[in-house]
């Protein structure tokens, strides 16, 4: 497999033994192909290349090419980004905040998005710019009001996603669209795998190859296809939106040359390095 999917400024040693570094069967995404940008779908032998998102049901295959060939994008391009807050008591306790009676949801801007590899930028005003690993669901139909016994009917997939936080930022406000929605503070990727995480399935972080997070998705105080059928009730959700799911306890600081890879255990594992403080 090209290191494409794990970033240029990738550690060595920053890849737990543990995640395959192909993806399974039926996974697809976005990747830059002879610079351009094409949609893409892993056969299990090839990669097919697609005329359009996988998103879409009658996106036809237009010509093949090998995995050493992909340079990977962000594998969806959301309209919207919803997330979900302190869906991990352990994670409410560090921050010392209370958990919600129903979910705390959030949304962060689609131009916040950016794929593996690329670079997570401090902004000026920022002193603490803090990574979350998180499982994500892209939504695959249109929807509104779905039940969870149906969740399952409207998702596309399963990525992972670092909902990236000034965390100084969102102290000083009190609310949080300001800390969470900066440009680059929403890495997604590196693929879109079909199959659902199991409840036993790790959400880790790794800050230079160490470990610093690590959760269960059946840790979470709501489940993924809850979540998703309780965000549906506020508002419509369209294909390609993603739904951050929450982080596990461990969340800290990035600094400058360090790369945080995010780990779903059935999913992937997304690197980003930080890069240098925007001067905006």
């Not at 670079?119 to 920022?126: D, E, F, K, L, Y």
């Not at 409207?154 to 406000?173: E, M, P, S």
């Not at 959700?237 to 990035?254: I, Q, Y």
Request: proline share 9%.
């Amino acid at each position: 497999m090209t290191k494409a999917p794990l970033g240029p400024d990738a550690p060595e040693g920053a890849l737990p033994s543990d995640v395959p570094a192909t993806p399974p069967a039926g996974a697809f995404g976005r990747a830059l192909v002879d610079d351009d940008a094409r949609h893409w779908r892993f056969s299990g032998d090839s990669v097919d290349l697609l005329d359009r998102s996988a998103l879409d049901p009658d996106a036809k295959v237009v010509g093949e090419t090998g995995l050493d060939d992909l340079r990977l994008l962000a594998p969806v391009l959301p309209g919207k980004v919803v997330a979900v807050g302190l869906n991990y008591r352990a994670h409410a306790a560090e921050l010392r905040m209370e958990t919600a009676a129903e979910p705390i949801l959030f949304l962060k801007p689609a131009t916040a998005v950016i794929g593996p590899g690329e670079a997570i930028v401090c902004p000026a005003r920022s002193l603490q710019v803090d990574y979350e690993a998180e499982l994500v669901v892209v939504v695959g139909r249109r929807c509104r009001g779905v039940t969870p016994e149906g969740a399952a009917d409207v998702v596309a997939g399963y990525t992972c996603g670092n909902d990236v936080t000034a965390r100084d930022l969102q102290q000083l406000d009190g609310q949080w669209t300001r800390a969470k929605s900066f440009d680059t503070f929403c890495p997604l990727g590196p693929w879109v795998v079909r199959g659902a995480p199991s409840p036993g399935a790790r959400v880790r972080a790794f800050l230079d190859g160490v470990e610093v997070q690590h959760g269960l998705v059946g840790d979470m105080i709501v489940p993924p296809l809850e979540l998703l059928a309780f965000v549906s009730g506020v508002m419509t959700l369209e294909p390609g939106d993603a739904l951050m799911t929450g982080t596990p306890p461990g969340v800290g600081p990035l600094a400058a040359g360090q790369t945080v890879s995010v780990v779903v255990d059935g999913v992937g594992r997304l690197d980003n390095p930080m890069g240098l403080a925007d001067a905006r």
